[in-house]
């Protein structure tokens, strides 16, 4: 079993910036892939970025620029640098990370920016 946890959400302003966690623990031999998705209110869940085991990394267009998403494999730990944030950027953020073919999800974190 494999438990996620995120972390780092908050209220900041537009143009500001804000980081997110993401801790994952529990029987993790390596993770293949650690993701960023985020829901806003009455919208679908949605992709933000993603880092693969081998460094590489894929961002939605939404975020490209802004967005800078990075891991510590030996902590297994993740995070998603945000910069000038803008008010459609607020959304519930969730981790997402696949151990062994399976996908394992945090509970989320709230992140809202005001204009």
């Known amino acids: 079993q494999v438990h996620v946890v995120e972390s780092g959400g908050g209220l900041v302003q537009a143009g500001g910036s804000l980081r997110v966690s993401c801790a994952a623990s529990?029987?993790?031999?390596?993770?293949?892939?650690m993701g960023w998705y985020r829901q806003a209110p009455g919208k679908q869940r949605e992709f933000v970025a993603i880092i693969i085991r081998d460094g590489s990394t894929h961002y939605a267009d939404s975020v490209k620029g802004r967005f800078t998403i990075s891991r510590d494999n030996a902590k297994n730990l993740g995070y998603l640098q945000m910069n000038s944030l803008k008010p459609e950027d607020t959304a519930v953020y969730y981790c997402a990370v696949n151990v062994q073919d399976t996908e394992y999800w945090g509970q989320g974190t709230q992140v809202t920016v005001s204009s």
């Open positions: 529990g029987n993790i031999f390596s993770i293949n892939f």
